[in-house]
């Protein structure tokens, strides 16, 4: 009779312990329903010209905010010009595999301090993404980042890598010598930026970082910028990565007016 009553109440805990977890999936259970609502707003950032081959040049990753017609990404990733005598233009890519279409695009807003550049595109509206309030997240921060790391060669497949906020740390280091500093070191305000524990690739610049829980988006990632100096410390490549927090792109939102 004891032993009855054991199992009853085993069976009994048991099941409320799953009926909890049905209530409140884990992040590991959200996570896949998450990354597919983030990926309506992933667009590539590129330049296309009808005579190359192949005719776009994907250059890096943007996402799309406030009413779904403009985009953020970092400003290094289309500051580098358009060739207008050999036909080429800004644009977006918008799709999956491949079975994608580009959309024209103009830079409408930059901020080179921040490496933020907000764009404007044709068509149709596009999803945009949840932005967070823009106040810093802490360390421990669980997130996730979706770009494309490796272009467009093989198609447009957006990549999803996960990791957590790791420190929260100014773009420069203190170098322990002046003489170690350059013009580029010291002309630069410096800021906070989020530190991440992933690794990220030329082509993952622009994408966005979100927090897992919420998915709001809680910095746009760079991975090229930021190296530029604090990995300036670094002999070796690391799977440290870098975000610009999502507060500069609201202030870049506003001063173009939107």
């Not at 997240?137 to 980042?145: E, K, L, R, S």
Request: glycine share 10%.
């Amino acid at each position: 009779m004891t032993y009855i009553r054991l199992c009853v109440v085993w069976l009994a805990i048991a099941a409320s312990g799953a009926n909890a977890a049905l209530a409140h999936p884990t992040i590991s259970d959200s996570l896949p329903n998450l990354v597919q609502e983030v990926r309506r707003s992933i667009v590539g950032i590129g330049t296309f010209q009808a005579l190359r081959r192949p005719p776009i040049d994907l250059k890096g990753t943007g996402f799309v905010v406030h009413d779904g017609r403009y985009v953020a990404t970092n400003y290094h990733v289309v500051s580098g010009g358009i060739n207008v005598t050999n036909m080429e233009r800004l644009v977006i890519i918008v799709g999956n595999g491949r079975n994608y279409s580009d959309r024209d695009a103009e830079v409408i807003a930059i901020d080179p301090d921040h490496d933020v550049a907000i764009l404007k595109i044709t068509g149709n509206a596009l999803p945009p993404a949840r932005l967070g309030t823009g106040g810093l997240m802490p360390d421990g921060t669980a997130i996730a980042v979706t770009g494309y790391p490796i272009g467009s060669v093989l198609g447009v497949y957006p990549v999803t890598h996960s990791g957590i906020i790791s420190a929260i740390t100014p773009i420069r280091i203190p170098q322990p010598d002046s003489r170690l500093l350059d013009a580029k070191m010291i002309l630069r305000n410096p800021f906070d930026v989020y530190q991440l524990d992933l690794t990220a690739f030329p082509g993952n610049s622009g994408s966005p970082v979100y927090d897992i829980t919420s998915g709001r988006v809680v910095g746009i990632l760079n991975s090229t910028f930021v190296k530029e100096t604090k990995e300036r410390a670094l002999t070796n490549p690391t799977g440290i990565s870098f975000a610009i927090p999502v507060v500069y792109i609201y202030q870049l939102l506003q001063k173009a007016g939107l």
